[in-house]
């Protein structure tokens, strides 16, 4: 069974910087797509950034220009760089793996329903 753990979360003023990590336990992570996603209080998840396996990256228009999805095949790791941050990102943000991909290399699952196993959460908080 895939395990997912999030780390990197915490407080910060607007304007910093953040860096979530999500390490997988799964083999099948070379040839996985990863998703990062967040959910705030009362608000329902929504999708943040996806990379496929072969390094194609996909972001939320709210996130483009301030957040970097990276991975890191040799860790079974994925990450998500995250400056300019303001208080709207604040939330519990959730890492995902995508197992089902195949050969397709290109692929950014932007659904969570795509999505066959998921990480515990991390909480970001940005104070204004």
């Known amino acids: 069974q895939a395990q997912l753990v999030e780390s990197g979360g915490g407080l910060v003023q607007a304007g910093g910087s953040l860096s979530l990590s999500c390490a997988a336990s799964?083999?099948?992570?070379?040839?996985?797509?990863m998703g990062w996603f967040r959910q705030a209080p009362g608000k329902e998840r929504e999708f943040v950034a996806a990379?496929?396996?072969?390094?194609?990256?996909l972001y939320a228009d709210s996130v483009k220009g301030r957040f970097t999805i990276s991975r890191d095949n040799a860790k079974n790791t994925v990450y998500l760089q995250m400056n300019s941050l303001e208080p709207e990102d604040t939330a519990a943000y959730y890492c995902?793996?995508?197992?089902?991909?195949?050969?397709?290399?290109?692929?950014?699952?932007?659904?969570?329903?795509?999505?066959?196993?998921w990480g515990q959460g991390t909480q970001v908080t940005v104070s204004s």
């Open positions: 995902a793996l995508d197992t089902t991909v195949g050969q397709r290399w290109y692929s950014v699952p932007n659904s969570g329903y795509e999505y066959t196993h």
């Open positions: 799964v083999r099948a992570f070379s040839r996985s797509a």
């Open positions: 990379i496929s396996w072969g390094n194609s990256t």
